[in-house]
């Protein structure tokens, strides 16, 4: 079984400003997907980044980039300039593709989460 | 599109009493989920499903039924409602092929 684990429970920073976030995982698998998702107090859950584990260049999104080690099993998240707007809870996951039979299920794994307040 | 609704948004729920949450997607997508989320504490996987007429346990299922009689619909069925089924709970769906889980609102039920 696949473990996600966040340190963090809570970050703080101010806007403008850079923060990273870190995420570790353990598995035994060698293809996988890891994410972060991003929840506002809205609750509503928002895909922020993806990066496929065979892919060596880290995957960038604006102002949101990660930091993948494989070896290691690490993924931290990096937000550059932060806004007030990216105040919200962020979780890791990982998933890997189950198949049997041929059939792919793809469930996703969460981390505790993070809390990240930014600060005018 | 609507993407993926969930009904209702709050529930209080009596120990014992039963109920179902609705979950309805609006984008094809073969695969669904049902999560739920603890305060504090990241999604944790509840029963998912493949296609109609093909659901599966997934971590937490103890005191949950999924049923899957068309590709929109993915209900969770509460039996017997108990104080630790408080939660957020989340409703996802995806296509076959891709890799993102397209979230619903989620609906916050309480049991006292």
């Known amino acids: 079984a696949q473990t996600v684990t966040q340190s963090q429970p809570e970050m703080s920073v101010q806007e403008a400003e850079t923060v990273t976030l870190s995420c570790t995982y353990d598995?035994?698998?060698?293809?996988?997907?890891l994410f972060w998702y991003k929840q506002p107090p809205s609750r509503q859950m928002i895909l922020v980044i993806r990066?496929?584990?065979?892919?060596?260049q880290n995957a960038t999104e604006n102002r949101f980039s990660v930091n993948f080690q494989k070896a290691a099993k690490s993924f931290s998240l990096k937000i550059s300039d932060s806004q007030l707007g990216d105040t919200a809870m962020y979780f890791c996951?990982?998933?890997?593709?189950?198949?049997?039979?041929?059939?792919?299920?793809?469930?996703?794994?969460f981390g505790q989460g993070t809390i990240l307040t930014v600060h005018p | 599109n609507a993407g993926v609704t969930q009904t209702p948004k709050f529930r209080i729920l009596k120990i014992g009493q039963s109920m179902t949450l609705q979950c309805t997607q609006d984008?094809?997508?073969?695969?669904m989920y049902w999560y739920r989320q603890d305060p504090g504490m990241g999604l944790k996987l509840i029963y998912y499903?493949?296609?109609?007429?093909?659901?599966d346990k997934g971590e937490v299922p103890n005191g949950y039924n999924v049923s899957r009689s068309t590709t929109e619909d993915f209900p969770l069925r509460l039996e017997l409602a108990a104080p630790s089924q408080t939660s957020v709970y989340f409703c996802?769906?995806?296509?076959?092929?891709?890799?993102?889980?397209?979230f619903g609102p989620g609906t916050r039920l309480t049991v006292t």
């Open positions: 996951a990982f998933m890997k593709h189950h198949y049997a039979g041929g059939t792919s299920y793809g469930k996703l794994t």
């Open positions: 990066q496929e584990a065979y892919k060596q």
């Open positions: 984008m094809n997508h073969n695969y």
């Open positions: 996802a769906s995806r296509t076959t092929a891709g890799y993102e889980q397209y």
């Open positions: 598995t035994s698998e060698n293809n996988y997907y």
């Open positions: 499903s493949v296609g109609a007429g093909i659901t």
